[in-house]
């Protein structure tokens, strides 16, 4: 299930986003809907399933960034045509060192 994501991604038609997810985010870690969005259009973006809180739903973890450079860790699912973010935090240090580590390998292999 968890490798046909990026296809889900590229069908999907926005994001949803109601009073229970938004307030959440929001609330927890003070992440914005928008820095949850603009994750999904920097590179790199690490995406992953998540298969142990996977049993109600398909669910990913993400690895992204925001324009302003802070670096998300997102938990979504994809509902239909809509990407549905679950929860939203900064990065902890184990993820900023994997998100790094393959950021400087993404920047090296752009300037090929």
Known sequence: MGDDIRELLAQATGFEWDAGNTGKVVSRHGV???????AFFSEPFLISYDEAHSR???RWRVLGRTSGDRWLF???TVRNTLVRVLAA???NRKERVRYG????????DSDI
């Open 74 to 76: 997102l938990v979504l």
């Open 101 to 108: 580590e393959t950021k400087g390998r993404y920047a090296k």
């Open 89 to 91: 935090r900064d990065m």
């Open 56 to 58: 109600s739903e398909p």
């Open 32 to 38: 914005t809907p928008g820095e949850c969005e603009q």
